[in-house]
């Protein structure tokens, strides 16, 4: 590598991360609204230029914790983006990402030196997006629903425990995909995810069910194998 070659030059990284939650039956995704130049008002995934003295996740981190205040976030590295004009400012390459959180436990920043404002929008009624995170965002959906089935990502979403209807309801939202009852609490328990917390609780005002947690080490397995 030539140092001073100047095809080198005047070229970053992005750090972009679709950040899911579930509510009440629809699958969102969080966007938050542009405050500079370029695509000034503009939505936008999450995310923005890396630093020269970090790694790439702890650049996503960052940038997350300024433009939503959201810590303690998994990441799961997605796909690259590397068009020439991407960027209008320079040559970026984008680095993607996808979260899962439950997002009652988060209260995500609507103002920042950044960002103007922030909202859960569902997945299905996304406007025109800044830049291009349309097409980063429905490469992260795709994504997710292969994350569900053959990783613990679910966990992020049901911190303290989930019930087997509810957790049922959430794999048919994101897969948009029907399961049987009795078939997929048989496949769920022979896999070894979850644990009996021994206390029940209401979903959807049914009534109670049992809660389990996800397990803290789970091996990655295909589970609708």
């Known amino acids: 590598m030539e140092v001073n070659n100047k095809l080198y030059k005047n070229q970053g990284i992005h750090v972009i991360t679709s950040i899911f939650t579930v509510e009440q039956g629809t699958t969102k995704v969080l966007l938050i609204k542009r405050k500079n130049e370029?695509?000034?008002?503009?939505?936008?995934?999450?995310?923005?230029?890396?630093?020269?003295?970090e790694d790439l996740e702890n650049g996503a981190l960052r940038e997350i914790k300024e433009k939503t205040g959201i810590e303690n976030i998994e990441l799961i590295q997605s796909k690259a983006y590397g068009k020439l004009d991407r960027s209008p400012v320079m040559r970026m390459v984008a680095i993607s990402y996808i979260a899962l959180i439950d997002s009652q436990r988060v209260n995500i920043l609507k103002n920042t030196r950044n960002t103007s404002d922030a909202y859960w929008c569902p997945i299905d009624?996304?406007?025109?997006?800044?830049?291009?995170?349309?097409?980063?965002?429905?490469?992260?959906?795709?994504?997710?629903?292969?994350?569900?089935?053959?990783?613990?990502?679910?966990?992020s979403l049901f911190p303290n425990g989930v019930t087997m209807?509810?957790?049922?309801?959430?794999?048919?939202i994101i897969l948009n995909k029907k399961f049987d009852r009795r078939n997929f609490r048989?496949?769920?328990?022979?896999?070894?995810?979850?644990?009996?917390?021994?206390?029940?609780?209401?979903f959807e005002g049914n009534k109670p069910a049992k809660v389990y947690k996800f397990k803290k080490k789970i091996e990655d397995k295909d589970i609708f194998l």
């Open 38 to 53: 370029p695509f000034l008002g503009k939505w936008v995934l999450t995310g923005g230029a890396l630093y020269n003295n």
């Open 125 to 155: 009624k996304v406007p025109a997006l800044g830049f291009d995170h349309n097409e980063i965002l429905n490469d992260a959906i795709k994504e997710l629903q292969k994350q569900i089935i053959k990783s613990n990502i679910l966990k």
């Open 165 to 172: 209807p509810e957790l049922q309801k959430t794999y048919e």
């Open 186 to 202: 048989k496949k769920i328990l022979s896999l070894n995810l979850i644990d009996d917390t021994n206390t029940t609780n209401k």
